[in-house]
T-cell receptor, first 113, second 116 residues
Framework: DAGVTQSPTHLIKTRGQQVTLRCSPK?????VSWYQQALGQGPQFIFQ???????QRGNFPDRFSGHQFPNYSSELNVNALLLGDSALYLC????????????FGAGTRLSVL | AQSVTQLDSQVPVFEEAPVELRCNYS??????LFWYVQYPNQGLQLLLK??????LVESINGFEAEFNKSQTSFHLRKPSVHISDTAEYFC??????????????FGTGTRLQVFP
C-alpha cells in the first residue's frame, strides 16, 4: 500500500516565477492538506481539500492556490514567488471522518533564488 | 485560537538515558493531540496520538505520552533512548472532527540529539 507521494522532491525557482507541486494521497484517503515548513520551524497549515473543494484555509496569501482532482490527488500552486517562499512543502492525507489522523509525504523542498 | 508550545528547542541526552520532551497546548475546546517525528530530510511520521479514553498512550518503539487536561500538557517520554531516536519531534493539536476542521497546529519542534 503506497503512502502519500509528492513530486518533485526538489525544485529551484527564481523570484517572480510560478510553481506547481503535486501530491497523491494514501489509498483510501479523500482529504488532502498542505503545509509549509520553513527551516527550523514547525509546519504551518496552508489549506485543505475535500470533495474537490477548499474546505479550510490558513493564513496564506492568494498567491497560494490549490486543486483536488476526482481521484483525490492534489496540486499546490504558488504564483509570483518570493524568497520567503523557500521551504519544505508537505502534503498530508486523511479520511474525511478519520479523526484527524493525517499521514504525511516526504515533502517537496522549494528553493527560491 | 489553539496553540502549541514546545518548551525545549533542543534536548541532548546520552544513549540509554531517559528523556522527556515537553508540550503544552492552549485551546478553549476539547482537542486531539499528536506527536510526530521527522528524521533528517524526511517528512513527518505519526509517533502516537491521543483521541479519547486512556490518558496514557504508547508507541511501538517505546515512547509514551500522557494527556493531562488540568495542566494542558502532552509530554513525550522514553525510559531509555537509542542513537536512532535522534530526530526532530513535533507536538500537534487539532479539534475533533464534526467542527468542519481537522487542520493540525504544530509546535516549533524539539531536536532530540542522542550521544553514544
Amino acid at each position: 500500500d503506497a503512502g502519500v507521494t509528492q513530486s518533485p522532491t526538489h525544485l529551484i525557482k527564481t523570484r517572480g516565477q510560478q510553481v506547481t507541486l503535486r501530491c497523491s494521497p494514501k489509498s483510501g484517503h479523500d482529504t488532502v492538506s498542505w503545509y509549509q515548513q520553513a527551516l527550523g520551524q514547525g509546519p504551518q497549515f496552508i489549506f485543505q481539500y475535500y470533495e474537490e473543494e477548499e474546505r479550510q484555509r490558513g493564513n496564506f496569501p492568494d498567491r497560494f492556490s490549490g486543486h483536488q482532482f476526482p481521484n483525490y490527488s492534489s496540486e499546490l500552486n504558488v504564483n509570483a514567488l518570493l524568497l520567503g517562499d523557500s521551504a519544505l512543502y508537505l502534503c498530508a492525507s486523511s479520511r474525511g471522518e478519520g479523526m484527524g489522523i493525517q499521514y504525511f509525504g516526504a515533502g517537496t523542498r522549494l528553493s527560491v533564488l | 485560537a489553539q496553540s502549541v508550545t514546545q518548551l525545549d528547542s533542543q534536548v541532548p541526552v546520552f544513549e540509554e538515558a531517559p528523556v522527556e520532551l515537553r508540550c503544552n497546548y492552549s485551546s478553549s475546546v476539547s482537542v486531539y493531540l499528536f506527536w510526530y517525528v521527522q528524521y533528517p530530510n524526511q517528512g513527518l511520521q505519526l509517533l502516537l496520538k491521543y483521541l479519547s479514553g486512556s490518558t496514557l498512550v504508547e508507541s511501538i518503539n517505546g515512547f509514551e505520552a500522557e494527556f493531562n487536561k488540568s495542566q494542558t500538557s502532552f509530554h513525550l517520554r522514553k525510559p531509555s533512548v537509542h542513537i536512532s531516536d535522534t530526530a526532530e519531534y513535533f507536538c500537534a493539536v487539532t479539534e475533533p472532527p464534526g467542527r468542519n476542521t481537522d487542520k493540525l497546529i504544530f509546535g516549533t519542534g524539539t531536536r532530540l540529539q542522542v550521544f553514544p
